[in-house]
């Protein structure tokens, strides 16, 4: 079965420093994969996404992921980042061939420090 | 372009009561999932909507959940009689049917609207 890891449940990093979240799937073929960001009081906002092609995709917001097949990782990143990027970052893929439905990580809460 | 609405935005019951949840999901998007996350958890996919009809209904806990989609616009998830366990954020979502050559990746991009938090106490 489908499913997606985030083995970080909290990451704390300082205004301005770089930032990777993990990502690992369990796949039986290339996957769809998507970042979701869930700010304080706000719903689930897709950051990026890969269906194949390049594996560095870029989203919005500054954050870009690298998928990495023998890995099985779809690690999210960030160069600089912003108070405003404290949230709750979700991983996800369709839950199989043909399905919508998304299975999704446990989540990382990001917490900023000025 | 209005995104997903939900509503209420929170919400407090008894156990044993009832609640209704109500998601207008984007004009235009015919698909329409439910999906839900306990505290501490994961969130979890409950159905899947293709216009008025259950494509996918999985998820779905128990017989407490209903959900309906009456005339392919809006959705309503209902539970009754409402559990403790019952409690957490549900969201819904939509996306587009699959329509020209980009339309089958474009159904796989979810927008979320911004939940209902659910309490039963």
């Known amino acids: 079965a489908q499913s997606v890891t985030q083995p970080d449940i909290h990451i704390t990093v300082s205004e301005g420093a770089s930032l990777e979240l993990r990502c690992n799937y369990s796949y039986g073929a290339t996957p769809y994969l998507f970042w979701y960001v869930q700010s304080p009081g706000q719903g689930l906002q897709l950051l990026l996404k890969?269906?194949?092609?390049?594996?560095l995709v870029q989203g919005i917001k500054g954050f870009e992921a690298e998928f990495k097949r023998s890995q099985s990782s779809f690690n999210l990143r960030k160069p600089s980042v912003h108070w405003s990027d404290a949230a709750e970052y979700f991983c996800?893929?369709?839950?199989?061939?043909?399905?919508?439905?998304?299975?999704f990580g446990k989540g990382t809460k990001l917490s900023v420090i000025p | 372009e209005a995104g997903v609405t939900q509503f209420p935005s929170h919400s407090v019951i008894e156990k044993g009561q009832t609640v209704t949840l109500r998601c207008d999901p984007i004009s235009g998007h015919d698909n329409l999932y439910w999906y839900r996350r306990v505290m501490g958890k994961e969130i979890k996919f409950l159905l899947h909507?293709?216009?008025?009809?259950?494509?996918?209904e999985s998820g779905m806990p128990n017989n407490r959940f209903l959900a309906e989609r009456t005339g392919g616009t809006y959705s309503t998830l209902k539970v009754q009689p409402a559990e403790l366990e019952d409690s957490g954020v549900y969201f819904c979502?939509?996306?587009?049917?699959?329509?020209?050559?980009?339309?089958?990746?474009?159904?796989?991009?979810?927008?979320f609207g911004p939940g209902t938090r659910l309490t039963v106490t």
């Open positions: 890969y269906f194949s092609g390049d594996t």
């Open positions: 979502a939509s996306s587009p049917l699959p329509s020209g050559l980009a339309g089958v990746l474009s159904s796989y991009e979810q927008y």
């Open positions: 909507f293709v216009k008025e009809s259950k494509q996918d």
């Open positions: 996800a893929l369709p839950s199989g061939a043909g399905s919508y439905q998304l299975t």
